[in-house]
Nanobody
């Protein structure tokens, strides 16, 4: 059973940065498509970014393209999401997910989910 544990969220001012981590256990992250989603209060969960280690494919939502970067560390079996130039509208709970679909842009493509980490951006 794959388990995902997110960390790294917090409170940051607009323009600031955070790095979210997703520690993977019970499986090797490079065997899955790893995704990040977020959910703001009163809104639906939305896709943020995903990575498929082989063949090294990444995807980003238009709203975060150029500001967020997804990456992975095989040795630590951990996936990261670097959040730069944060905006108040980035405030949400960020979730890490793992799935087997190669191009997984929808939450239904993912079978395993973490508990989420809160990111709050103040103006």
């Amino acid at each position: 059973q794959v388990q995902l544990v997110e960390s790294g969220g917090g409170l940051v001012q607009a323009g600031g940065s955070l790095r979210l981590s997703c520690a993977v256990s019970g499986g090797t992250f490079s065997s899955y498509t790893m995704g990040w989603f977020r959910q703001a209060p009163g809104k639906e969960r939305e896709f943020v970014s995903s990575i498929r280690w082989r063949p090294g494919t990444t995807y980003y939502a238009d709203s975060v393209k150029g500001r967020f970067t997804i990456s992975g560390d095989n040795a630590k079996n951990t996936v990261y999401l670097q959040l730069n130039s944060l905006k108040p509208e980035d405030t949400a709970v960020y979730f890490c997910a793992a799935g087997l679909t190669l191009r997984a842009l929808d939450q239904h493509d993912y079978a395993y989910w973490g508990q989420g980490t809160q990111v709050t951006v103040s103006s």
